[in-house]
């Protein structure tokens, strides 16, 4: 890429603007984008020249981009569901590991003694959150900051769990997918039909 200042409030507004349009990009599952074909018809729209390729072809091109990115996006889920039976099939059999009937999994990490929240109040936790490989895809640990909600306004694992653990305790909960964000995921991070994996440690009820 070549050399550009980003001295003038214009240059630095013009590259906010095109940092925008790429993360935007990034994260739209379309593979093969090439960066000078987007500069090109960029700077065709802005200077108000005609496109260098007929409307119809270019709709024809996004059309099977799209359709491309919705069978990786489909075939990938497909991956991730079967990932997460074959992890919680074989983590239910771990002694140390309880199966609830709705499918949640929970290790206790650290028994506390304190009050078990009911499903009308907010609680205060630390938690951890990474995918069946390890992935980490959130924590509050990390940041240094603990969490706030209210216990049902959480994904439906952790609102079973919530009610389940006395203050002070520190659980690993196994979730199904069903019981975290199912089909729609959760942005780049999590894929649909991903079973997750939480730390949780319930700090205080508020």
Not at 27 to 43: F, K, P, Q, R, W
Not at 74 to 82: D, F, G, R, T
Not at 146 to 167: D, N, R, Y
Request: no cysteine; glycine share 10%.
């Amino acid at each position: 890429m070549s050399e550009v200042k980003f001295e003038t409030v214009e240059q630095k507004a013009s590259y906010g603007i095109g940092l925008q349009m790429g993360q935007q990009l990034a994260g739209s599952g379309l593979e093969g984008l090439n960066v000078d074909a987007i500069a090109a018809g960029i700077a065709t729209a802005l200077v108000g020249e005609m496109p260098a390729i007929e409307i119809d072809d270019i709709n024809q091109a996004l059309q099977e981009m799209h359709t491309r990115a919705e069978a990786a996006r489909q075939e990938a889920a497909k991956a991730a569901a079967a990932d997460g039976e074959a992890f919680l099939k074989d983590n239910a059999l771990r002694s140390e590991v309880t199966v609830l009937e709705s499918g949640l999994q929970y290790e206790v990490l650290t028994e506390g003694n304190g009050e078990i929240p009911t499903a009308d109040k907010q609680v205060r936790v630390h938690y951890h959150g990474e995918l069946t490989d390890g992935t980490v895809f959130d924590s509050s640990v990390s940041r240094g900051q603990p969490a706030e909600f209210p216990v049902t306004g959480v994904i439906k694992g952790w609102v079973e769990a919530l009610q389940l653990m006395p203050v002070g305790s520190k659980w690993k909960l196994y979730i199904p997918q069903d019981l975290a964000y199912g089909e729609r995921g959760a942005g780049a991070a999590i894929p649909p039909f991903a079973a997750l994996v939480f730390e949780v440690e319930l700090l205080d009820i508020l």
